[in-house]
């Protein structure tokens, strides 16, 4: 998998002036069925999370409020995205090693996933992760 197949996806956006809408259904917005949702916040500032990378798990990266950066890296290239409305997701497909960083404060950062959470998915050594890329 390369990042060529990571990227933003324009969600819909009902606008109102009681408040904008903006909706998310597995399988037509984003590439994938839905199967687990989690949600970083209160992330002090200047610390990074992520840093590994999914086997065989697709994702859907939302900053529901504030801002921060995603760097995706599939061992080849590295490129940054800076997300920061309600109604972008970035998509992230499995065999990319991914880094949040710049979180502003008060974010909030939703991600969609296509598998319930096992460990035994994650790559978190970045050696390992470029090894496998390579086979
Ligand atoms: P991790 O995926 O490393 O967080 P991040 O990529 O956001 O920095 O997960 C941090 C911890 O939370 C780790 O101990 C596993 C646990 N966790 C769950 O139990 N369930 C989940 O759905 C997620 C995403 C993490």
């Known amino acids: 998998m390369s990042l060529i197949e990571c990227r933003i996806i324009d969600l819909p956006k009902i606008s109102d002036p009681r408040g904008n809408l903006t909706f998310i259904e597995g399988g037509r917005h984003v590439p994938f069925e ?8 209160d ?23 504030g801002s921060f950066d995603v760097i995706l890296d599939d061992g080849t290239q ?25 979180f502003s404060s008060a974010s909030v950062c939703m991600v969609l ?7 035994a998915d994650y790559y978190r050594d970045y050696g390992a992760f470029v090894q496998a890329q390579n086979l």
């Open 34 to 41: 839905i199967k687990r949702v989690y949600y970083l916040y």
């Open 43 to 65: 992330v002090p500032g200047g610390a990074e999370r992520g840093g590994h990378a999914h086997k065989s798990l697709h994702q859907l990266i939302i900053a529901l409020s």
């Open 113 to 119: 996933a296509s598998n319930l959470y096992d460990e």
């Open 78 to 102: 590295k490129n940054r995205f800076h997300l920061n409305r309600s109604y972008y997701g970035m998509y992230v497909c499995p065999m990319i090693w991914r880094e949040l960083d710049n």
